[in-house]
């Protein structure tokens, strides 16, 4: 569909299940194929990052050094050309190029292509990227749908633990794909470093490399646009807190192989920040830079640290967004303490609900992975909307047996040990907006669903 409700960036349902339905065939095939090596000069990508109403951000990496630039093209009216300037990859940077795709219009979706050395770099799957609708002050909120996951491990034999693998089947990732979301959250341990990797910046460029190089994972990076947080397992050893010595090499390797916003940081070290889809704004928070160790027996025990906990408090009290999801890696409310969930350090979970109660700041849902499986835990507060945190996890990784664990607050029918995702739904009028939640298991079939309602999440 490309007449004026596509180009104002409003999908109906049905075109979408018809292009998911060719997505989902697309990935099969270049499955099938097992990669052409038509495109050897690309090692993994292209990719497409941040979306804006008038920017995104394009990323791929070569194998070796060269000369990379992107062009793109509105595909309602494909004969207006853009080009980037063009990038020199180099192999101290792990021969990754980012370029800012600019002058664009609201609204819109575009093809595009990547240039490697002055040859077009084909690749056997689509290439499109898209601009925000400008919908203030004129329509309703166009509805849209994001898909999001954690704990993506991607076997490499020769320094894995011995045994069977750890990564699972990566059809997943054709599965999410197959469900035309407009977005990605990576909800952390996105990368599995390991021992071989902690103590360098080559391993660590290594790790990202190898698991961003994935076949499978190639169409979903091209058209649908990532955003990421991390957790212990992209940041640093099993449980690693803001001890890590090599945390600043993990940092530039994420900032390196992600593409978020650019005006994330807000002053602060890690990888905080924030972006907006339609009327939804998504917090992305640290909860390893700033880490208090667990096991110290003095000293004030923090998640986010201050800093970056009146930023988010700010930033929450701010928005007027309907929806504030806020991403982090491990669970927030599920009352039993165990292994890294905030219940583990109860004065920053506290310190946590009770600035987001004095503030009443509305709408908020926690978004959370790290646990190897999935649930929906929802908290009720006397005198204040429930507070819910839906965990995902995980992708491909080893599936947990967690068995009888006392979560009294969790929403009953929700557990999934299986490699799953989630696709959030947000659609409905600008003053009675909803988020339809389904999860979904590796092959893209529903295993349950909950709707929120905007008006469930606002103080009495």
């Known amino acids: 569909m490309t007449g004026p409700r596509r180009r104002a960036g409003i999908r109906p349902a049905r075109p979408r299940a018809i292009r998911a339905t060719a997505l989902r065939a697309v990935a099969l095939l270049f499955l099938l194929l097992a990669a052409p090596a038509a495109a050897q000069e690309i090692r993994s990508g292209p990719m497409v ?10 990323w791929v990496q070569t194998d070796a050094p060269a000369e990379v630039r992107f062009r793109w093209w509105d595909l309602a009216d494909p004969d207006e050309r853009g080009e980037s300037e063009t990038v020199r990859t180099r192999a101290e940077d792990a021969n990754v190029a980012k370029v800012v795709a600019a002058e664009l219009e609201p609204g819109r979706r575009y093809g595009y292509e990547v240039i490697v050395d002055g040859e077009v770099a084909a690749r056997p799957w689509p290439l499109e990227f898209q601009t925000q609708a400008l919908w203030h002050w004129r329509t309703d909120p166009p509805p849209f749908r994001i898909a999001v996951g954690s704990c993506f491990y991607v076997n490499e034999p020769l320094y894995d633990r011995p045994g069977d693998p750890y990564g699972g089947d990566p059809r997943i990732l054709s599965a999410i794909l197959g469900t035309d979301p407009d977005a990605m959250v990576w909800l952390g341990d996105n990368v599995y470093l390991r021992e071989v990797d902690w103590d360098t910046r080559e391993g660590i460029l290594h790790r ?77 928070l640290d909860d390893r830079w700033y880490r208090s160790p667990e096991r110290r027996r003095g000293g004030e ?18 928005s007027r967004a309907p929806f504030k999801l806020v ?44 646990r190897h499986h999935t649930e929906l835990t929802r908290m009720e507060r006397p005198g204040a909307y429930p507070l819910h945190d839906l965990t995902v996890s995980p992708l491909t990784a080893g599936i947990s047996s967690m068995t009888n664990e006392p979560n009294t607050h969790r929403v009953e029918g929700t557990v999934v040990q299986a490699h799953n ?11 009675d907006r909803a988020l339809e939640i389904t999860v979904r298991d590796a092959d893209g079939a529903a295993l349950w669903a909950r709707t929120i309602r905007a008006a469930e999440l606002r103080y009495p």
Not at 215 to 230: D, K
Not at 353 to 362: G, Q
Not at 421 to 431: E, K, M, V
Request: charged share 20%.
């Open 208 to 284: 990202y490399s190898h698991t961003r190089a994935l076949p499978e994972l190639q169409p979903l990076l091209g058209s649908v646009h990532h955003y990421a947080t991390w957790d212990d397992h992209d940041y640093g050893p099993n449980n690693s807190d803001r001890s890590y010595w090599a945390k600043h090499l993990t940092r530039e390797a994420f900032d390196l192989f992600w593409g978020n916003p650019p005006f994330g940081g807000h002053g602060l070290e890690g990888v905080t920040n924030t972006f907006f889809w339609g009327d939804v704004q998504v917090f992305l």
């Open 301 to 318: 025990r923090t998640i986010l640290g201050d800093e970056q906990l009146e930023w988010l408090i700010d930033a929450l009290a701010f």
């Open 421 to 431: 995702f989630a696709t959030l739904d947000f659609s409905g009028p600008r003053t």
């Open 49 to 58: 990052g941040f979306s804006a109403m008038r920017e995104a951000l394009l």
């Open 327 to 370: 991403a982090v890696g491990g669970q927030v409310l599920n009352p039993a303490a165990v292994y890294e969930n905030w219940s583990t350090y109860p004065e920053a979970l506290e310190r946590l609900l009770e600035a987001i109660h004095a503030e009443r700041i509305e709408g908020v849902i926690f978004l959370t992975g790290d």
